[in-house]
């Protein structure tokens, strides 16, 4: 994304159509309220720990927080990343997976959304999203 549009700021990819964010200027958006403290620092700051920048996990931090995931047949040909923007395509049903809201074995671990409602403590919550994916910083965990 190498290019900026003269009107709204957008930026945009090499070769993009000209006028296809906001229409040469006709199309005015508001302004972006300013991103939540611990969203922020996710975005732009590194993790004190690994000196890695926090974005490059940001799709773990995503899913240890996430009370579902996704289950789709994906177009793999199309999705391949080979050339060009990468292409998520569905191919049929999209579905959300949720199990139940407590393990189903009282000495299973629990899990995702489990996590929520198994344990108000937020300590215990964040030590078991630890226990999933150790990498993550556990401060960053507790801001968001």
């Known amino acids: 994304m ?3 549009c003269n009107h ?3 930026l945009k990819w090499k070769d993009e159509v000209k006028g296809f964010c906001c229409v040469n200027g006709q199309i005015i958006l508001a302004s972006l309220s300013p991103a939540p403290d ?3 620092k996710l975005l732009t700051e590194k993790d004190p720990i690994s000196k890695e920048p926090f974005v490059k996990s ?3 931090y995503n899913q240890v927080l996430a009370f579902t995931s996704i289950h789709a047949d994906v177009d793999k040909e199309l999705a391949n990343a080979k050339k ?3 292409t998520y395509r ?3 049903e999209l579905y959300h ?3 139940g809201l407590m393990p189903r074995q ?3 671990n629990p899990t995702f959304a489990q996590i929520y409602f198994y344990d108000a403590n937020l300590d215990n919550q964040l030590q078991r999203r630890k226990e999933l994916f150790p990498i993550l910083n556990t401060e960053m965990l507790r801001s968001l």
């Open 2 to 4: 190498n290019e900026i």
């Open 8 to 10: 709204c700021y957008a």
């Open 38 to 40: 611990a969203i922020y």
């Open 58 to 60: 940001i799709r773990l």
């Open 84 to 86: 060009g923007v990468y």
């Open 90 to 92: 569905i191919q049929g």
């Open 97 to 99: 997976q949720i199990g």
């Open 106 to 108: 009282t000495n299973d």
